[in-house]
């Protein structure tokens, strides 16, 4: 059964660290590119950092760019993004996706597989 599993959010104060795992089960780690997606209150769901399986090139929405870096350990199937100096703007849930693509990209539609989301708030 494949499956996607994110942990690692909670509630920081601006300026903080949080680090977030994706944990993969049920296909290859090796061939599939890895994306971080996240949506605020009434907010769309946008794109934050993603990894290819390819060169393991990685791509950063702007407002990101930094402050946060996704890295993979395929040996552990698992997909990490470290948030640092975190924002209240910085506050929604976090999800990751797989595509079976080596290329990532931060289009949300072009993935095939989701998982259930943590929350990450930063607040005072």
């Known amino acids: 059964q494949l499956q996607l599993v994110e942990s690692g959010g909670g509630l920081v104060q601006p300026g903080g660290s949080l680090r977030l795992s994706c944990v993969v089960s049920?296909?290859?780690?090796?061939?599939?590119?890895i994306g971080w997606f996240r949506r605020a209150p009434g907010k769309e769901r946008e794109g934050v950092s993603c990894?290819?399986?390819?060169?393991?090139?990685?791509n950063y929405e702007d407002s990101v760019k930094g402050r946060f870096t996704i890295s993979r350990d395929n040996a552990k199937s698992t997909v990490y993004l470290q948030m640092n100096s975190l924002k209240p703007e910085d506050t929604a849930v976090y999800y990751c996706?797989?595509?079976?693509?080596?290329?990532?990209?931060?289009?949300?539609?072009?993935?095939?597989?989701w998982g259930q989301g943590t929350q990450v708030t930063v607040s005072s």
């Open positions: 990894i290819s399986s390819k060169n393991w090139a990685t």
């Open positions: 049920g296909f290859t780690l090796d061939d599939s590119a």
């Open positions: 996706a797989a595509k079976r693509m080596r290329y990532c990209t931060l289009t949300s539609g072009e993935y095939d597989y």
